[in-house]
């Protein structure tokens, strides 16, 4: 999951890409691409009310993911944990610069199964 989420993120490299986790009734994971309709998406992202109420309609919506494009942070910033903090979704950060995956997942929510899904290394 987490190789076809960077693939999504490197289409489009000049902005930052988004999207949900959302955890169906029966277990499974699915990821849920939204459009960036933050007003500056090459270094910020915001996830519209329409995309998150579609997801829902699909299951729970347990996470998120975004890249930082080239002109981003080469790690999660302040916001990526507030935003993480606030809502409760830990978030995965595709850092396109370094090839690097980062996690912010101040509630603990991201179990090992999760983790295993997503296919996050250990």
Known sequence: MIEKIKEL???NQSVESCGLFILKKDDNLLYFPCKNIHSS???DFEISVKDFLEAEKLGEVIGIYHSHTKSCLPEPSSFDYSYSELTGYFNIIYIMNSDKICVVDPDKKLTKEIKDKIK???
Request: with cysteine; aromatic share 0%; net charge positive.
């Open 9 to 11: 993120c490197l289409k």
């Open 41 to 43: 998406p090459e270094t």
């Open 120 to 122: 996050l290394q250990k």
